[in-house]
Structure formats: structure tokens, C-alpha cells
């Protein structure tokens, strides 16, 4: 990670803890007997409505682009991302992400996956304590890709076995998800942060001023 200031540093590293901690807990308890054969309990209706009403259409959130352990979006607060959203007949959400590429990503990724919602497992809930909360995962989401330059070791290609899990808090539009595509270890975590519909009507100047700002801090440390 190229990113000298410390406490830019601390902070990733306080970040990247965070969430490896998470995947590591998370495959611990899968293993254990209690977790193992703990159900997926369904939501209740009208936390369910309210994950509808709050994940429609296109948003706008911030996330960090990741290639294996290289950070492409370089920023603390990352770059804005469209996602869109399209509930499904049988409950199910599918989540889209499109002409994906940030920086000097040698790739432009297009994602598609559905996903579950359910209630936190018993260790979740240690983690989540506020009310409100759900979980939402999906696998053998969709990957396409090309590269962005014709002159590049990389091929275009198709692969099936993305992932994402998330959580959602419909009380207060608080939502935190990463996304593991499963190309060339790409991978996007859009940190906890409160969902602003409005942002939508801002996402082209905030694109330019990623750039801008993502020029400036290449400028300043040198790359």
C-alpha cells in the first residue's frame, strides 16, 4: 500500500484488521458445531419493506477498490461508486455494478449477483447490537471484464463465482458490503456509511472531483 502519511496508514491498517478479522471470525464460526447448523432465519415483513424502500433504483456509494492488497482508489474516503438495484419476484435482490475500472486498474469489470436477505447469526448480533440490522449475501455472481489497453498482458473474459455479503441497517440507512469478484483478486468494500439518495444528482462532479483529488495525491506522494 503506497500511501506514506501514518496516519493514513494506521487508518488502512485499522480498516484492512477490521475487515479480515470479519472473513476470519466469519469462517471460524461456519466451522463450529452452534454456527454450522444455525438456520438462516428469515426477517420480518416490515423490516423487509423497509430494505425495498431503501435499496431501489440507482445509488451512489463510497468504496474502497482493492487489488489483492493494493488500494487503486488511494484515498481515505475512496470513490464514488453507481450501484444499482433491482428487487426480484421472488425476494431476492440483484445487485449491479457497471463499467467498473478506478485508477490504473488494468481492468473494466461488469458485476451482476442476487442476493439473500436474512437476520444476523449469533455472533453478528455481538457485532451489530443496534436494532435494525440485516445481513445480505449472494454467491456465483456474474463477472465480465476487458482490459483498458489494447497493449496489456491481460485478456477479456467471463468468470461465475462472485460474492457479496453485506449489512443493512433499515432504521437508520446505515450499509456496509464488499464484493469479491473473482478477477484478478479485485475486490471493492463499501465501508459503513449512510445511504444518500440525492448523491445520484451529484455523481459526475463527484467522479471528477475523485480525479481531481486523486491527481493531487499522486502528485504529493511522488507517483
Known amino acids: 500500500m503506497n500511501i506514506l502519511n501514518f496516519d493514513n496508514r494506521q487508518t488502512w491498517k485499522n480498516i484492512f484488521s477490521s475487515v479480515l478479522l470479519l472473513l476470519l471470525c466469519a469462517g471460524l464460526f461456519s466451522c463450529g458445531d452452534d454456527e454450522k447448523n444455525e438456520p438462516e432465519a428469515p426477517i420480518e415483513d416490515d423490516y423487509f419493506a423497509m430494505a425495498q424502500e431503501l435499496l431501489q433504483d440507482s445509488i451512489v456509494l463510497n468504496a474502497h477498490a482493492m487489488m489483492s492488497i493494493v488500494n487503486k482508489t488511494k484515498l481515505p474516503t475512496g470513490c464514488p461508486l453507481k450501484y444499482y438495484f433491482t428487487w426480484r419476484d421472488d425476494g431476492l435482490l440483484r445487485i449491479e455494478l457497471r463499467n467498473f475500472t478506478v485508477g490504473k486498474m488494468p481492468l473494466t469489470i461488469w458485476f451482476s449477483i442476487n442476493v439473500k436477505f ?95 483529488d486523486l491527481i493531487k495525491w499522486k502528485e504529493e506522494h511522488g507517483e
Open 118 to 212: 436474512m437476520q444476523l447469526n449469533t455472533w453478528e448480533k455481538q457485532e451489530y447490537t443496534d436494532e435494525g440490522w440485516l445481513k445480505f449475501k449472494g454467491e456465483k455472481g456474474m463477472t465480465s471484464y476487458s482490459p483498458n489497453m489494447q497493449e496489456s498482458q491481460y485478456e477479456a473474459g467471463t468468470g461465475g463465482n462472485g460474492t457479496v455479503i453485506g449489512y443493512l441497517n433499515v432504521l437508520t440507512g446505515r450499509i456496509e458490503f464488499s464484493t469479491e469478484f473473482n478477477v484478478m483478486l479485485v475486490q471493492a468494500y463499501v465501508f459503513e456509511q449512510t445511504i444518500d439518495k440525492s448523491r445520484i444528482y451529484r455523481y459526475d462532479e463527484e467522479i471528477r472531483k475523485f480525479a481531481q
